[in-house]
């Protein structure tokens, strides 16, 4: 299934964020190789601006492939990628999607990421028209937890096992939010 829309920009009182580019290669690498913000990714730290580019470009497939949509943060002062959140692995017949995101160091306990997760879990319920959004967690990401939990997600439990990344298998915590529970 093609998406036909236009990308769509969301911005709140300090952020814009918008479509991924070609020029938010550079950012995104060196997010990507800060080991702070890869620890609970579940990937390895990128190598290089072809990595980079690489997601760049699955992001924009995902949109226009109507698998998921992933928007780059941006500071509306400045403009320039700060991080990126969006839904992945969006199943149309079920009316769900996973939600994932990250953000460079520089701007970890600055409130960005509760403020860019409202629009986007907005546009997710009535946009997409979603009745369920997921995430999978690191058990031991006690920040990303902490976010997914003030924005109204709830715990279901673990994930014996779920991913296989570089240091064996791991377990993940699933959490979700309802659109009948949403504030």
């Given at each position: 299934m093609?998406?036909?829309?236009?990308?769509?920009?969301l911005?709140?009182?300090?952020l814009?964020?918008?479509?991924p580019?070609q020029?938010?290669?550079?950012?995104?690498?060196e997010?990507?190789q800060?080991e702070a913000?890869?620890?609970?990714?579940?990937?390895?730290p990128?190598?290089?601006?072809a990595e980079?580019?690489?997601?760049?470009?699955?992001?924009?497939?995902i949109?226009?492939?109507?698998?998921g949509?992933?928007?780059?943060?941006?500071?509306?002062?400045v403009?320039?990628?700060?991080?990126?959140?969006?839904f992945?692995?969006?199943?149309?017949?079920h009316?769900r999607?996973?939600?994932?995101?990250k953000?460079?160091k520089?701007f970890?306990?600055?409130?960005?990421?509760?403020?860019?997760?409202?629009?986007?879990?907005?546009?997710?319920?009535?946009?997409?028209?979603?009745?369920?959004?997921?995430?999978?967690?690191?058990?031991?990401?006690a920040?990303c937890?902490?976010?997914?939990?003030k924005?109204?997600?709830a715990?279901?439990?673990?994930?014996?096992?779920?991913?296989r990344e570089?240091k064996?298998?791991?377990?993940?915590?699933?959490l979700s939010?309802?659109?009948?529970d949403?504030?």
């Amino acid at each position: 299934m093609e998406n036909k829309q236009k990308f769509p920009i969301l911005e709140t009182a300090r952020l814009k964020l918008r479509r991924p580019l070609q020029k938010d290669v550079s950012a995104l690498l060196e997010t990507t190789q800060d080991e702070a913000v890869m620890k609970y990714y579940g990937m390895a730290p990128y190598e290089s601006k072809a990595e980079a580019l690489g997601e760049i470009n699955w992001f924009n497939k995902i949109f226009a492939q109507a698998e998921g949509i992933r928007w780059v943060i941006t500071e509306k002062a400045v403009g320039s990628y700060i991080g990126d959140i969006g839904f992945h692995n969006h199943v149309i017949a079920h009316s769900r999607a996973e939600i994932g995101f990250k953000l460079a160091k520089a701007f970890w306990q600055k409130g960005i990421m509760t403020e860019a997760l409202e629009p986007v879990l907005e546009y997710g319920f009535s946009v997409m028209q979603l009745n369920r959004i997921e995430a999978v967690v690191d058990p031991d990401n006690a920040g990303c937890l902490g976010l997914l939990k003030k924005a109204g997600f709830a715990q279901e439990g673990i994930l014996r096992e779920y991913e296989r990344e570089q240091k064996g298998y791991v377990d993940l915590v699933m959490l979700s939010l309802l659109k009948k529970d949403r504030r």
